[in-house]
């Protein structure tokens, strides 16, 4: 407990988050820094886009949970583990397990995305499913960790994820120097957790600002309470935020080091995934865009020389895409809302 007038620790540090590099050299892919001159121009700076769209389960994800898995102890991974997710996490989670050698249960909600489930499969996992709309993931993972004698591997309130997570930064800084700003999608807190926690440590004048989607914005409500705040499960395309508040361990870090947290609607997000296939030739779903959809549309206000932001991901299907970015013949609406929940980024 801490001692009244003391200092708390920080949950990560530093030091965590370049173990976390160490662990993960070999392993998780060094993803690209992308460049526009088009982008450059549009916002008024030069901007630095790390693309974790291009990592393993096309998402920053692996990242994190790769390295919660690789600190169990081998009693704890011989018995497997679980976590719950309807997308990115799942993924990583069960590819983090095959890799060393694990086993692993995702507790998924009965209409997560097929590609994602059909992923997760593949990479080896048994899900077990939940009705999103009627329950929690969370008491039926802890059950299962209970019943079974796995280790629960949460998707962002977890200090070997968040980490993780923090490696994102990290590389960016290592390649393209001190940056005046970084721009970084939030949902559950585990990215910018830990990506505000390397980036400070190594240049505590960067300004580090959040961007939710409009639907769901539960970090901005709670910096502004001072407290955790809840709003009811997001409605939004960015299904990758629709969380309904940060994690207690994520916030914590968000209060001391995060400087902003900033809004974007679904049209900017949309606006953004068709900017980056047409002038950076990639694709994005719609969380992975929300940080180049606030610098698009000046949501970070008056912007310093160096920026950078993170592209999260890029799990979206053919169809999906082409609906979002409003083109000819995309599948019906109704699949939107197939693709509600998911664990946060």
């Known amino acids: 407990m801490t001692a009244p007038g003391q200092v708390p620790s920080p949950v990560v540090t530093l030091d965590d988050v370049r173990s976390a590099a160490a662990g993960l050299t070999g392993v998780a892919h060094r993803t690209p820094v992308l460049r526009s001159r088009t982008l450059d121009a549009r916002v008024g700076a030069e901007v630095f886009l790390k693309c974790e769209n291009f990592q393993r389960v096309g998402a920053f994800k692996f990242r994190g949970a790769y390295n919660a898995v690789a600190r169990l102890t081998p009693a704890q991974r011989a018995a497997g583990v679980v976590a719950y997710s309807s997308g990115n996490h799942a993924q990583a989670v069960a590819l983090a397990a095959r890799e060393l050698g694990t086993t692993a249960v995702i507790v998924m909600p009965e209409d997560a995305p097929r590609s994602k489930r059909d992923a997760t499969l593949g990479y080896g996992a048994e899900i077990v499913t939940y009705d999103r709309y009627a329950g ?23 200090a070997d994820v968040i980490a993780g997570q923090g490696t994102v930064a990290l590389e960016l800084l290592e390649e393209v120097g001190p940056l005046d700003a970084l721009v970084v999608p939030v949902g559950g807190g585990g990215l910018i957790a830990g990506c505000a926690t390397a980036a400070k440590a190594l240049h505590p004048d960067v300004r580090v600002v959040g961007v939710e989607p409009e639907a769901g914005d539960d970090t901005k409500r709670s910096l502004e309470a001072g407290r955790l705040v809840t709003v009811p499960v997001p409605r939004t395309v960015a299904d990758g935020q629709a969380t309904p508040s940060p994690g207690e361990l994520t916030f914590s870090v968000i209060r001391r080091l995060v400087d902003q947290v900033v809004l974007v609607s679904d049209d900017e997000i949309r606006d953004a995934m068709r900017f980056a296939f047409e002038h950076l030739k990639i694709v994005t779903e719609p969380s992975g865009a929300t940080a180049l959809a606030a610098l698009l549309n000046g949501r970070v206000g008056d912007l310093p020389a160096r920026v950078g932001a993170v592209v999260s991901g890029g799990n979206v299907d053919a169809a999906r895409f082409a609906e979002l970015c409003g083109a000819v013949g995309a599948q019906p609406a109704s699949a939107a809302r197939r693709e509600r929940r998911t664990e946060g980024v």
């Open 136 to 158: 929690d993931p969370v008491p039926l993972t802890e059950a299962l960790a209970v019943e079974r004698g796995l280790a629960f591997i949460p998707p962002f309130d977890h």
